[in-house]
């Protein structure tokens, strides 16, 4: 469960690092300046602060992913059906990511209620994409150049792979369990030894 909740905060990583842009505000002056003091432009920027606090944990949360799937992994198996389903990234980022950059929130609610609409909105997705384990659908992770198969093995059906490595059909791979029927893959010779 942890797992899956800092791959759903990794997939927010672009959001945020899009939010911080927007919503960025540093004074620019040219002559005659003055500085307007830390308290002010704390003030004017607490999203952006915000939003740097969840890209660091992006990178945090990546990293830890890194690490888990370096460990042991399965004996090899032989890929009998696959499907390349990258296209439910794009999914993902169409769907939630574009509409709540370009969507202001502005129900005609106080701006401070904006913000917290924003975070239940953000946190109600991911409890949606928890608990119906569609948080590889994650856009970061494609940026990263991974991939997302569902597939079949010799021992195991209906499964979906993540895997940095390009997959096809009779290929032989060596997996480490997610979630559920979610594995990281990486390919394996022919002849069942892992790759170098």
């Not at 042991?72 to 939630?96: C, D, G, M, R």
């Not at 917290?116 to 109600?124: R, W």
């Not at 060596?174 to 394996?188: C, M, Q, V």
Request: charged letters at 15%; glycine letters at 4%.
């Amino acid at each position: 469960m942890k797992l899956k909740i800092q791959l759903y905060f990794l997939s927010l990583w672009l959001l945020f690092a899009l939010l911080f842009i927007n919503k960025i505000q540093v004074p620019i002056c040219f002559s005659d300046c003055e500085f307007i003091g830390f308290t002010k432009l704390i003030g004017q920027n607490i999203i952006p602060m915000i939003s740097i606090g969840f890209v660091a944990s992006g990178f945090w949360f990546y990293y830890r992913f890194k690490y888990i799937i370096k460990g042991a992994k399965s004996l090899p198996e032989q890929i009998t059906e696959i499907e390349n389903i990258n296209w439910e990234h794009l999914t993902f980022l169409v769907t939630y990511v574009i509409p709540l950059l370009s969507f202001d929130l502005d129900f005609n609610l106080s701006e401070d209620r904006n913000g917290l609409m924003f975070f239940l909105v953000l946190i109600i997705i991911g409890m949606i994409y928890v608990k119906t384990n569609m948080f590889y659908n994650n856009p970061t992770l494609a940026i990263l150049g991974y991939h997302i198969y569902k597939s079949q093995t010799t021992n195991k059906r209906n499964i979906v792979l993540i895997s940095k490595d390009v997959l096809n059909e009779e290929d032989w791979i060596e997996y480490k369990l997610i979630s559920d029927n979610i594995f990281f893959a990486i390919k394996s010779t022919n002849n069942g030894t892992r790759r170098t």
